[in-house]
């Protein structure tokens, strides 16, 4: 299951009218930007049909070249996964442009060693402040019903957030209406909601679950099972720490736990000191350059503060500390380059430079 890309489509050719159907109904006409921008909203399932309006003839979406490459690529084992046996390796790319999340998944697409992987996806959330880009694992929580934790960081400072995106698989013939149960610390007020799924047959979504640093420094646990405590304690043996961040596996219960750390406040201290570095430093690229902001793809200028926001919220505690971690070269070089990372994340620009609109 998956899109194939057969090659690249324009996303300025949008004077064809598409009609998508699914579960007996029919959408009002798009354009076929429309149509890809819905597909990577999650909108559109892998079940659906597509046709050129008004009587043209209806085919898969998913097997359609221009547009089969903006679902997620999924090729997971049949069956239930034996006790022991590991959870599925996938990719997920999250990203606030829809131009840059398209991009990327038409690059997954064509890339022969994406197929490697069980599941990889690009998405297009365009509430979330920064590009999220994660290795992940896929959860077999009920049958045909699979889900991919990613942690925006797994490390927090006192006071801040842990942000768990929580995507959500449905590969039966079926909607499929589940919540898990979260257990060990305690969600932000009026998130739980957001661990029920009501998920369309062969569709997809992708929820936020927050986590406020209100306990103490050190390292805590977030559990997410499909069973009751008691069932829980009885079969939850975790097995030992993923190398793919810190996502745990527990054989005889359907879930996962994530590890994560809240920062003492020294080391906070020193995480916002090189985040304020990091932000000057960029800061001064834009004035070396005389530019008031950005060029985006689309012919759009973004102003320097909104730039710089959102670089903000790409720098997460556990972005800054492995930087700091890694002896491989000074800090001050890697942070100052971060910037030309992150642009290229978010909207594919290789080197800030090439992305500043002069005054």
């Not at 720490?241 to 879930?255: K, Q, R």
Request: hydrophobic share 45%; net charge positive.
């Amino acid at each position: 299951m998956g899109g194939h890309a057969t090659g690249e489509t324009s996303l300025g050719a949008s004077s064809i009218v598409w009609e998508v159907s699914e579960a007996g109904r029919n959408s009002a006409p798009m354009n076929s930007n429309q149509v890809l921008e819905t597909i990577a909203a999650g909108r559109i399932g892998f079940a659906s049909k597509i046709r050129r309006a008004p009587d043209g003839a209806w085919a898969n979406t998913v097997e359609q070249g221009e547009f089969g490459y903006a679902f997620p690529y999924v090729n997971l084992p049949a069956g239930k996964l034996k006790r022991g046996q590991a959870s599925p390796v996938g990719f997920i790319a999250v990203n606030p442009d829809v131009g840059r999340a398209l991009d990327v998944a038409r690059e997954l697409a064509l890339d022969p060693k994406a197929r490697n992987l069980n599941f990889f996806c690009s998405a297009h959330l365009d509430w979330i402040s920064a590009p999220i880009i994660r290795r992940s694992r896929l959860f077999q929580m009920w049958d045909g019903f699979w889900i991919a934790p990613i942690a925006e960081s797994t490390k927090a400072k006192p006071g801040g957030w842990l942000n768990l995106y929580l995507f959500a698989l449905n590969l039966k013939d079926k909607e499929q209406q589940r919540t898990l149960r979260a257990s060990g610390s305690s969600l932000a007020e009026g998130m739980r909601g957001n661990l029920s799924f009501s998920i369309p047959s062969r569709s997809w979504a992708i929820q936020l679950v927050s986590v406020p640093a209100a306990a103490p420094s050190g390292f805590h646990k977030i559990t997410f099972r499909t069973r009751s405590g008691a069932e829980r304690a009885a079969t939850a043996v975790a097995v030992g720490v993923l190398t793919l961040g810190s996502f745990v596996y527990a054989p005889g219960s359907s879930g996962f736990d994530l590890q994560y750390e809240i920062l003492t406040p020294e080391a906070t201290r020193i995480v916002e000191s090189w985040e304020a570095f990091a932000i000057e430093a960029a800061n001064k690229r834009f004035e070396a350059a005389h530019a008031k902001g950005i060029s985006h793809p689309r012919d759009q200028v973004i102003a320097k503060d909104s730039v710089l926001q959102r670089f903000r919220a790409y720098l997460t505690p556990a972005l800054v500390v492995g930087i700091l971690e890694d002896k491989r070269q000074p800090p001050r070089e890697s942070f100052i380059r971060l910037f030309d990372e992150f642009l290229f994340d978010w909207l594919g620009f290789r080197g800030a430079e090439t992305a500043f609109r002069a005054d």
